[in-house]
Nanobody
């Protein structure tokens, strides 16, 4: 059973960059479809980006396309979310998730394993 631990969140200013990391143990990230979700207070948990097990498919929410990039380092068993040109509306708790043969990659209930989340706050 894979365990996921996120890191890299913090408080930044409008226009800054952050890189989130999701380190896996008990399983290999290359065996799962991996997703990054975020949840702001009072809102639903939404997909930010995802990468298929095959790594040939990456997906992004329209709101982050061109600014965020998801990648995977199999040697480090880690998935990353590079976030550039951050905006105040990107403020949320960011979660890493793993799913085996995910059908709808945008649905959070398709993922069986979750990290504890890391807070990202973007000030204006």
């Amino acid at each position: 059973q894979v365990q996921l631990v996120e890191s890299g969140g913090g408080l930044v200013q409008d226009g800054d960059s952050l890189r989130l990391s999701c380190a896996a143990s008990g399983g290999t990230v290359s065996s799962y479809d991996m997703g990054w979700f975020r949840q702001a207070p009072g809102k639903e948990r939404d997909l930010v980006g995802a990468i298929r097990r095959s790594a040939f498919g990456t997906y992004y929410a329209d709101s982050v396309k061109g600014r965020f990039a998801i990648s995977r380092d199999n040697a480090k068993n880690t998935v990353y979310l590079q976030m550039n040109s951050l905006k105040p509306e990107d403020t949320a708790v960011y979660y890493c998730a793993a799913g085996f043969r995910v059908g709808d990659i945008g649905k959070y209930n398709e993922y069986g394993y979750w990290g504890q989340g890391t807070q990202v706050t973007v000030s204006s």
